[in-house]
């Protein structure tokens, strides 16, 4: 078997066989396929895609590139939960509190922003204190401990991802797929919990932008996890506008923080509450999802979720008390609120845009290896569908100088779109998708 055969019958779009997923999959991880081969390979899969079985068989072969992290010693059914991306899109940290607060083991592995999106990892890095990296038996003894971590990847997992997750990016074919399905899954799988749910995002700041799409790759990756033996439900949610209202590492802390304490509600309170409730279903603890919301609430009210926060962020090294007061957090030299200046109502964000504004601000990077700045973002104080006057507040900016607070709020209001007639508010919830079926929702927004 040779990679030239293997890109010549991609390129006529015939279906490979597991041998030849395994010969470049392994070469992807042991760096012995040149990388510009890998290249048209993953452009002529982007082009001519691949069937379920290929798209399984590639999913596998990445997972056990690596090593498969072993989570058995924690008792209890581990279930995971994955974002496919989005822009103040905090759930992470509300729900892991809250689902450990309700009796289920939460053993997360998390990303780095990538893009426009950002990671969970560098917001909890913004409490001053906070180590991600735990070594696989501190991983495991902390959540023995309190029932919670949320923590960088320990182990060497599904290499194979690395590399070709960097060439995708550089050669336009992330959009793809199975290439997104395998990246994904394969990561999920190695990271050792036995069910996943999947937050998969639609609308303008999600990696697909169209409903059929959204749903198209969450029926694959429900699919594909089912055949590889793990339990998989996906929610698909909205992305036509930010979940939170804020944007920025430390500032999502907070706003994790506001909700937790009871002060804030919104979009970010309730897909956090419905993702939870599926994932405290598969963790067997309740006997379906709603059950499992109501569960969520209970813990929310009780303050044993934000309880539950402290204690994450203490048995990690950070400062507990910022639970008690977010001015703890990194602070931003400029603050700056700005109002709508307009009569009429919000028709639309380009939330892609949104998160760029905010990347630029140095909440993310803009070159591997950039240095963030956790303080800086912004705070949006409307919603799609709302009504607004001039001197309604539209946003505030925390920003490194005057400067780019001026180059950020130029980019937010090009974001940002009016309409002199009202306009409908964003949906949330769009679909639910398990191995049973597709199930669309009715606008709950
Ligand atoms: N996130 C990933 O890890 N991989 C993809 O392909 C897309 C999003
Ligand atoms: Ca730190």
Same mark, same amino acid.
């Given at each position: ?67 498969? %992290?072993? +989570?058995? #010693?924690?008792? !209890?059914?581990? *279930?995971? /939960?994955? =974002?496919?991306? &989005?822009? $103040?899109? @905090?759930?992470?940290?509300?729900? %892991?509190? +809250?689902? #450990?607060?309700? !009796?289920?083991? *939460?053993? /997360?592995? =998390?990303?780095? &922003?990538? $893009?426009? @999106? ?328």
């Amino acid at each position: 078997m040779t990679m030239l055969e293997i890109l010549a019958r991609k390129k006529m779009g015939q279906e490979l066989t597991r041998e030849e997923i395994a010969y470049f999959v392994k070469g992807a991880a042991e760096h012995t396929i040149p990388d510009y081969q890998l290249a048209a390979l993953l452009m002529a899969i982007r082009l001519n895609g691949m069937t379920d079985r290929e798209t399984t068989e590639l999913t596998l072969a990445m997972r056990d590139s690596g090593d498969i %992290a072993d +989570l058995s #010693a924690i008792p !209890g059914i581990k *279930v995971d /939960k994955h =974002s496919t991306g &989005g822009v $103040g899109d @905090t759930t992470t940290l509300v729900l %892991a509190p +809250l689902v #450990a607060a309700c !009796g289920a083991p *939460v053993a /997360k592995m =998390s990303g780095r &922003g990538l $893009g426009h @999106t950002g990671g969970t990892l560098d917001k909890l890095e913004s409490i001053p204190g906070l180590t991600v990296s735990l070594s696989v038996p501190e991983f495991i003894d902390q959540v023995r401990r309190i029932g919670v971590a949320v923590v960088g990847q320990t182990g060497h997992l599904a290499p194979a991802d690395k590399t070709l997750y960097a060439l995708r990016d550089v050669t336009s074919t992330v959009d793809s797929l199975p290439l997104i399905v395998s990246s994904i899954l394969s990561k999920k799988l190695a990271a050792g919990s036995d069910a996943i749910v999947l937050d998969v995002k639609t609308g303008s700041g999600a990696i697909m932008h169209t409903l059929e799409d959204s749903i198209r790759l969450a029926e694959a990756m429900v699919r594909v996890g089912t055949l590889a033996g793990k339990p998989v439900v996906a929610v698909i949610t909205g992305m036509d506008q930010p979940l939170g209202t804020h944007v920025g590492n430390a500032l999502e802390v907070k706003e994790a923080i506001d909700v937790l304490s009871g002060r804030t509600e919104g979009d970010l309170l309730t897909v956090s509450m419905t993702l939870g409730g599926h994932m405290l279903r598969l963790a067997g603890l309740v006997s379906d999802a709603a059950e499992g919301g109501r569960r969520m609430w209970d813990a929310l009210n009780s303050g044993a979720g934000l309880q539950k926060l402290k204690e994450m962020i203490a048995a990690q090294g950070g400062n507990p008390a910022v639970c008690d007061d977010v001015s703890l957090l990194p602070q931003a030299n400029v603050i700056r609120t700005v109002t709508c200046g307009r009569n009429g109502y919000v028709r639309s964000m380009d939330t892609m845009a949104l998160g760029l504004a905010a990347q630029e601000m140095g909440a993310g990077r803009m070159e591997l290896g950039d240095q963030l700045d956790y303080s800086v973002g912004f705070v949006l104080s409307v919603r799609v569908g709302d009504r607004t006057e001039s001197d309604t507040p539209f946003c505030t900016l925390y920003a490194r100088t005057e400067e780019e607070a001026d180059r950020a709020e130029k980019a937010i209001r090009e974001a940002v779109r009016f309409s002199d007639e009202p306009c409908p508010r964003a949906p949330v919830f769009y679909a639910i998708v398990t191995s049973e079926g597709t199930w669309r929702l009715e606008d709950k927004a």
